[in-house]
């Protein structure tokens, strides 16, 4: 048919130009490797993220994102978000505290420094001061709105205490070095004038405004009781001060939780420092209590036992503890509640955070006075004691040690930030130098527990139930499977990185279809949506000539045996200050995440390739194990999986139960076998080609689910007899396509050998059983050894299209019989150089050998642009080299050095993502490029984080220890409690200057509410410079008036200053420190 030569037309003379290409940069997603510390702000809703590199990076809603980085990269130790003056504070390794404008954070941040290490930072969004725990003892203050150190210092209040109790200490030498150095700071969260301070030898509560110790909560663990570390220690028989570690306070306020370095935590009533409620570890309660029988056993073996298996794993330090509360109770103290510990179990114990639900606090009975002569009454301490025995111990794992974790708080600020939590965020070991986030979903206690006292037990049987509680818990530990929660994307690293990427193009049905226009978050779905963010308005012109631009699709491979998928269509950054950006870029589409793990593997899986059908969506896994997975797009259209008789090849996987929820849902998988499988190709038209080590080629006809094979045939022309052909398949390509053998439109698979023999197979339909297979003849031709992978392409000789295995033509081929079909041509390519055939085994129209000879060629796409086609191939330089079509001239070179690294997948229209992979083996950025950026809009959004303010709820209360039905109250309840401004007033200092309005503020009001018109007000006003530098000369002349009035009312303020510090000396040191 095809025996005449034929002269084919140029498919490149629209990219002849170098000008017509624009090679550029568009956007690029970056990772955190080294994440280090992290808070959240529920007022403005915006999450902080510190790195050992010295980058902070604010997250918020669709398109927010802001990045700041601490002077000289120093890491970043402390970081902290102040709702009340819209500030982001860091404290780095070098112990300097910066402040960052939240309204402006391309200004440079204001740095302040300390004569001692800062350990701990409190803030509170009812003041605007910060309180710093310096590694001195002292508590310094800072000014957040002048950005200044305030006056109030609070002295190192351990040294006092000591000092105090001195001539009364049972041992003297147990104050050791250290136990003077704070390592929390906790606000009372019913009362702004009191605070507790941790030091390593114990808690005080202070009195801010009458700058008073009120209590200080050492614990004293007695001779011959466990402690934390059991009986399993040579100190046993001698006092031990367990070292603090953490401070929590119980939502009420008259209670707090205590973690201790030997992994005990130790409850205590506010008002008695004399003694603990009770101090427990994870299985044991009351350790600091002497366990008669165990002490004897100790005594008799003359120390701990040594004896094999007796010698039980050493305990972990409790390094953090948090008390949730809810809202689930009308009684004013709260209901049940939550506390979350990190540490305290054995190390051989799973990497995990406990969590306690504890009852509500209940106090029935009115406390009589005439019962308790001081001090915390005996029902009161009772009822609180029964407060803090568990109802149910609940465990959330981790995939490795947890160094810290993060409350998310639905919207209250307070309670340091453990109000109504819905997630819990945990910073993990990814490996030695990496760190990575989970997020796990937390639930509130249920509300069906019995309270404590609430049932007809005696009071000697409510305290066998105590005693035998220890042996208990163990049995009342659930496993922690609680729901994951999707985190952001710039936070995928560790399990949860990124290994490898692919970009998909998809025409806007098949776009709709699969990502769908969902914009609703779900339970999964940390609800972050502070600030707002648009693209620049100057731009919105070009910006809507994205609307014609194809859409787009990341894939992403992650180490956690996922696949996911993202929209990085430019159509999401169609955006104005009047219509801000809905979904972030890349926008991850979660209901799309194909989990792996959940499936019937014999291994652990590793995912060797991915790919996803252009028109019917269907996706198709290759593991490294060989085996091969096929997933469905959960759609209407979508039928079953049924068995088929007799058919072992394969296993049915309608049946796995996926996570609730997933769109696309496991079809069928093909196991791997004796032969290893190399590669597949998936098809538009329900076929799957299959290559295998062995040179065997195989089709998966999906409508059955069937396996079909190529029969070995003992004739001479049959190729798959022969020994040169028994070399591995490297290469599937898929086409609906007439040959130079062949006239007749038929879909083809052409199988490319590692030797470069190829075989084209021919796919037909059995009229009588309606069933697909292999034809008996199948063709022979010579191809080019080591082809590339995704570097075989059957290509339209007219228009220049790809002829794929797509719907439209496979219904094509089955009404025609037109005996003269139009040509193609068959490109293929290898490391060295690249061919072009006419009609697949026809006559050789070009071949080519690269440009550039000392770099590898990776990657070749057949790229359109302008109805103009060529061959463009990748190198490692990196270079892009420009070859026409369909004779492969060498017409441009471009340097992509400055875009990215490498590339790692291309589109048929130019754009192209590269990646820069971590020293952990995961990615730490991908660049999105193209070959064509002229009027392409990808710019980073303007962004206003402080768009999105809840307003801040009045501070809490205090309640009474008692029902509301009881007169009075215990703990300064029914007295005005210290307000925001105060504070504030407290300590500043008289000298605190008056701060004329915020004119960022004011000036982000006015544009948001006008729009563009006061913006181009504005620039008008900006060009009037005569009128400029006669309002810069007016305020300069009343500068200058001002000074001297300045210079007397500082001199003033001087004078005033030491006068008061001397009377304030004076009343100090008469005041007695320790009322209690």
């Known amino acids: ?350 990497c995990r955070l406990t969590v306690h639900i504890m009852p509500a606090l209940d106090s029935p009975e009115v406390p009589d006075p005439s019962g308790s002569k001081s001090g915390l009454h005996a029902s009161i301490r009772k009822a609180m004691r029964l407060s803090v025995i568990p109802l149910e111990t609940t465990y959330h794992l981790s995939s490795g040690p947890v160094y810290d974790f993060v409350p998310f708080p639905k919207s209250n600020p307070y309670f340091a930030g453990c109000w109504d939590p819905i997630a819990l965020l945990f910073l993990t070991a990814a490996s030695s130098d990496s760190r990575m986030v989970e997020a796990r979903q937390f639930l509130p206690p249920k509300l069906t527990y019995p309270l404590p006292g609430t049932n007809v037990q005696s009071s000697s049987e409510r305290d066998d139930v105590i005693d035998d509680l220890s042996a208990m818990l163990e049995d009342m530990a659930l496993s922690g499977d609680s729901l994951p929660m999707h985190v952001p994307s710039k936070l995928y690293s560790g399990l949860g990185g990124v290994f490898c990427a692919q970009l998909l193009t998809l025409e806007r049905g098949v776009h709709d279809l699969l990502v769908g226009q969902q914009t609703i978050l779900g339970d999964a779905e940390l609800p972050i949506g502070g600030g707002s963010a648009w693209m620049d308005d100057k731009r919105l012109s070009e910006l809507r000539l994205s609307r014609s631009h194809p859409r787009r699709v990341l894939i992403t491979c992650h180490r956690d045996s996922t696949v996911r998928f993202h929209d990085v269509s430019p159509q999401l950054l169609i955006s104005s200050s009047t219509s801000p950006l809905q979904k972030n870029y890349p926008f991850a589409v979660h209901d799309l995440t194909i989990d792996i793990s959940c499936l019937p593997l014999t291994s652990a899986p590793e995912v060797a390739t991915v790919q996803v059908a252009h028109e019917s969506l269907e996706c198709v896994v290759l593991l490294k194990s060989g085996d091969l997975l096929v997933y469905r797009l959960n759609t209407a259209q979508v039928s079953p999986p049924t068995e088929t008789e007799g058919n072992k090849e394969f296993v049915m996987l309608g049946n796995v139960d996926a996570r609730p929820g997933m769109r696309y849902h496991p079809f069928v998988m093909l196991p791997h076998g004796n032969v290893i499988l190399t590669c597949c190709a998936l098809s538009d038209i329900g076929f799957i080609g299959i290559g295998y080590i062995d040179g065997s080629v195989a089709v998966i006809d999906l409508r059955g689910p069937s396996l079909l094979r190529a029969q070995r045939q003992k004739r001479q022309s049959n190729l798959l007899s022969r020994n040169q052909d028994a070399d591995p398949v490297v290469s599937l390509t898929w086409t609906i396509s007439a040959i130079s053998m062949d006239a007749q439109l038929a879909v083809r698979l052409i199988a490319i050998h590692e030797s470069g023999n190829t075989q084209v197979f021919k796919i037909i339909r059995d009229p009588k059983s309606s069933m697909y297979n292999f034809a008996q003849d199948i063709i022979k031709v010579e191809g080019l050894p080591n082809v590339l992978q995704g570097g075989s392409f059957v290509i339209d000789s007219h228009k220049g299209t790809t002829r794929r295995a797509d719907r439209s033509r496979f219904a094509a081929s089955l009404q025609t019989r037109d005996n003269n079909p139009e040509h193609c041509f068959w490109v293929t390519t290898s490391a060295k150089g690249a061919r072009c055939m006419l009609d697949i085994s026809g006559e050789r129209i070009s071949k080519v050998e690269w440009n550039s000879k000392k770099n590898k060629v990776e990657r070749v796409q057949v790229i359109e642009n302008n109805n103009s086609h060529v061959l463009v191939a990748f190198n490692d330089k990196p270079e892009a080299m420009v070859y026409s079509l369909p004779y492969l001239e060498h017409l441009h070179t471009f340097s992509l050095a400055n875009v990215c690294e490498n590339v790692v997948s291309v589109d048929e229209t130019g754009d192209f993502i590269g990646t820069r992979y971590h020293e952990s083996g995961v990615l730490e950025q991908i660049v999105f490029g193209t070959l064509f950026k002229t009027r392409r809009v990808y710019d980073c959004p303007i962004v206003d984080l402080t768009s999105f303010h809840r307003e801040i709820p009045p501070h809490p209360q205090p309640v009474s220890v008692g029902p509301p039905s009881l007169l009075g109250s215990w703990f300064r309840y029914g007295k005005p409690i210290m307000t925001g401004e105060q504070l504030d007033a407290l300590l500043a200092g008289p000298d605190r200057p008056i701060l004329p309005p915020d004119p960022v503020q004011t000036l982000q009001d006015t544009t948001a509410g006008d729009g563009p018109g006061v913006m181009k007000t504005m620039e008008n006003a900006r060009n009037d410079v005569y009128s400029h530098l006669n309002d810069a000369l007016a305020e300069r002349g009343e500068m200058l008036g001002n000074i001297g009035q300045q210079i007397d009312s500082l001199q003033q303020g001087s004078k005033d200053m030491v006068a008061q510090a001397k009377r304030l000396a004076t009343e100090q040191s008469a005041r007695r420190w320790f009322g209690f």
């Open 1 to 350: 048919m095809f025996g005449e030569r034929h002269v084919l037309a140029d498919l490149s003379a629209g990219q002849r130009d170098p000008d017509d290409w624009d090679i550029g940069r568009l956007r690029t997603v970056d990772y955190l490797m080294d994440t280090r510390v992290l808070t959240y702000e529920p007022i403005l809703s915006l999450l902080a993220v510190g790195t050992a590199s010295g980058l902070i990076c604010v997250l918020g809603g669709p398109g927010v994102e802001c990045s700041v980085q601490t002077p000289d990269g120093s890491p970043v130790k402390i970081l902290q978000l102040a709702a009340s003056a819209n500030k982001l504070l860091s404290v780095d390794e070098r112990d300097r505290l910066h402040i960052w404008n939240l309204k402006d954070l391309t200004q440079p941040p204001k740095s302040t420094r300390f004569d001692h290490a800062i350990n701990a930072v409190l803030l509170s969004p009812s003041h605007t001061h910060a309180f710093l725990a310096l590694q001195s003892g002292e508590i310094r203050t800072y000014d957040l709105l002048c950005l200044k150190k305030s006056p109030y210092v609070i002295p190192n209040l351990w040294d006092m205490f000591q000092t105090k109790t001195a001539s009364s200490m049972v041992d003297p030498l147990h104050a050791l070095p250290g136990c003077n150095i704070p390592v929390d700071l906790v606000a009372h969260p019913r009362d702004l004038n009191l605070m507790f301070i941790a030091f390593v030898g114990g808690v005080v509560l202070y009195d801010l405004s009458s700058r008073n110790i009120l209590r200080a909560y050492e614990l004293v663990i007695p001779a011959g009781a466990p402690g934390g570390k059991g009986y399993h220690q040579s100190e046993v028989l001698t006092h031990r001060w367990p070292s603090v570690t953490s401070v929590a306070i119980h939502p009420a306020g008259h209670f707090f939780a205590v973690g201790y370095v030997d992994g005990c935590v130790a409850f205590w009533a506010v008002e008695d420092e004399d003694q603990p409620l009770m101090v427990r570890t994870a299985t044991e309660l009351d350790v600091n209590v002497i366990n008669g029988e165990e002490l004897e056993n100790f005594i008799q073996n003359g120390g701990p036992s040594e004896e094999k298996g007796s010698i039980l794993p050493e305990r972990q330090p409790i390094y953090r503890v948090a008390w949730c509360g809810f809202p689930n109770s009308s009684d004013p103290r709260g209901g049940a509640t939550a506390l979350v510990l990190l540490g305290g179990d054995r190390s051989n114990d799973p």
